[in-house]
């Protein structure tokens, strides 16, 4: 199915329209199909035409690749002839997902790049430059997905590409955003509760004593640092600096109350440590292999876990506009999420809907 045209285009409309009768959704009429835990068969440009604005919360999706793969004969998604041609047909469909997202929501596109003539095109760059040329959109984060396992080729003057980036977009700055919740297993590992000894902040104690603070500001320095270690005996704080007037150097920058005035109106400062590990835009994750797939291109389960909750809320709404395998519906319903799911093959549907119907509730943790 070919399908040509702008969203804004009268006639263009009326054929989408026409293709959207063609769709089959378990019998029931296109024009007002569920949202919720749904998977529909057909061309995503015209399913996604047909939903409202601002009705979903989370998209998360990889098209067809550049000249990869033939999911819908020579004419899809994929096989334009020219670079340009393909960018154009994923701004068609990402126009539209940005249209469909709420206020809050975001969208997750996941896009591979591609050699021709031993030439790298930076497939994913030249979209995401023309993607962010949409006035309605900003580019959030590119997180880097590092193959642990990239697929072996056999080239000799040439290193393995081991490396492919999610773009995440945002249609407001309102958008959902739970930064501890990406990764959120290394906090498991950082944030212990700590055998700290008897010693822990000993020597400031030392420090204070022999400093020039006046007794009133002794008293409440010593009540702070007393404070502090307390939170990080119990595990809360993972260590701390304390900078007493006279004697350690003034933190410089900074605004004013921030340090500076503290050490100024109080003699010292205390800087809580956090164990929280930084949360970096990079995600490492074998590529992924599921025993019986017959999907060629499928999403490692613990990368869209990983997006799913730092970008919604149980409930949400999550929708995959190029579902393949049904991994992000699979992994919406693990983590209590409503998803909605499109492909324009029906086969990929019915292997879906067994993976979502079979699916166990286990979170996945990295391990390497
Ligand atoms: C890269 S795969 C997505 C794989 C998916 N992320 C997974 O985990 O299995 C792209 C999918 O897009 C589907 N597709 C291709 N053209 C389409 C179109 N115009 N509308 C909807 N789906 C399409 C293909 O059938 C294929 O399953």
Not at 192 to 206: C, E, H, P, Q, S
Request: with cysteine; aromatic share 10%; net charge neutral.
């Amino acid at each position: 199915m070919e399908i040509t045209g702008n969203i804004t285009d009268i006639k263009y409309n009326v054929f989408l329209k026409e293709e959207l009768k063609k769709i089959n959704i378990n019998g029931s009429s296109a024009s007002n199909f569920s949202l919720e835990n749904n998977i529909i068969c057909g061309d995503c440009n015209v399913v996604l035409a047909s939903l409202p604005d601002d009705s979903i919360d989370l998209i998360i999706t990889s098209p067809p690749y550049f000249q990869q793969r033939e999911y819908c004969g020579k004419t899809g998604i994929g096989n334009e002839e020219s670079i340009d041609e393909y960018i154009e047909s994923l701004l068609k469909i990402f126009r539209q997902c940005v249209r469909v997202i709420k206020k809050t929501g975001t969208i997750v596109f996941n896009v591979g790049d591609k050699y021709i003539n031993g030439n790298l095109l930076l497939v994913p760059y030249r979209f995401a430059i023309e993607a962010q040329k949409e006035s309605n959109v900003k580019l959030i984060n590119e997180v880097i997905w590092h193959k642990i396992n990239p697929t072996p080729k056999q080239v000799v003057k040439k290193l393995i590409p081991s490396n492919e980036p999610f773009f995440i977009f945002a249609k407001t700055n309102d958008y959902h955003f739970n930064k501890n919740a990406f990764l959120e297993y290394k906090d498991k590992f950082s944030n212990k509760k700590k055998n700290v000894g008897n010693d822990i902040g000993k020597k400031y104690f030392g420090l204070i004593d022999k400093s020039d603070l006046s007794n009133e500001q002794k008293e409440l320095a010593k009540k702070e640092l007393n404070e502090v270690i307390k939170e990080v005996k119990a595990g809360n704080v993972d260590s701390f600096r304390m900078k007493i007037k006279g004697l350690h150097a003034l933190p410089y920058g900074g605004q004013a109350g921030g340090r500076l005035t503290q050490i100024e109106n109080n003699g010292f400062t205390i800087i809580k440590i956090y164990g929280n590990s930084m949360r970096m835009d990079f995600i490492e994750s074998c590529v992924e292999s599921i025993k019986g797939n017959i999907h060629p291109a499928v999403f490692p389960e613990f990368i869209i876990q990983e997006f799913i909750k730092m970008l919604s809320n149980e409930n949400d709404i999550v929708l995959d506009p190029f579902l393949g395998s049904g991994t992000t519906a699979v992994v919406a319903k693990k983590l209590n999420r409503k998803y909605f799911g499109i492909d324009i093959h029906q086969e990929y549907i019915e292997y879906a809907n067994e993976r979502i119907n079979n699916c166990d509730t286990e979170i996945m943790e990295m391990f390497v």
